[in-house]
């Protein structure tokens, strides 16, 4: 019995200890501690998933709308991790999407400095570069994810093949 007061003590503690050290710096009055990030991060997918639904229906301004929601979902997430090529793909994407081609390459860029394998990163920019006649840099992108066995190659190589 003493037993199970000292545990259930010590994870009490334990518990009240964690709460204490958190932080919430953020402006949304959210710990400090990723969730922020990760809820931003699913609002963003989520918002892409309807916006290509949308594009498929060739309803192209509604789509528009939601991948600037979207980016602005990745952007505030960004601001919490400067360090996640995944939020940086997200951002190049959404930006290639609503026509910000410039804007986009530079994220792809930065977030291929974090992670030069990052299969989405070096698909959605070898179709940027195919989308702005710059074949011989797509080849590079689609070289680097030959082997992967992966959608990514594949649907890159089409997209190079056909144009």
Do not use: P, W
């Amino acid at each position: 019995m003493k037993k199970i007061i000292l545990i259930l003590s010590f994870m009490f503690i334990s518990g009240f200890c964690l709460a204490a050290g958190s932080s919430s710096s953020s402006s949304s009055g959210q710990n400090d501690n990723g969730r922020d990030e990760i809820n931003l991060y699913q609002e963003g997918e989520k918002l892409i998933k309807r916006a290509k639904k949308l594009e498929a229906k060739n309803k192209e301004e509604k789509a528009k709308k939601l991948y600037l929601k979207a980016y602005n979902k990745f952007k505030k997430a960004y601001s919490q991790n400067k360090r996640s090529a995944d939020i940086l793909n997200y951002l190049g994407f959404t930006l290639r999407k609503t026509g910000n081609l410039k804007e986009a390459e530079k994220y792809y860029l930065a977030g291929l400095d974090l992670d030069s394998g990052h299969l989405g990163i070096n698909e959605y920019l070898g179709e940027l570069y195919v989308q702005t006649d710059r074949i011989e840099l797509a080849n590079e992108r689609l070289a680097v994810l030959k082997g992967c066995d992966c959608e990514e190659y594949e649907e890159l190589k089409e997209l190079i093949d056909n144009n």
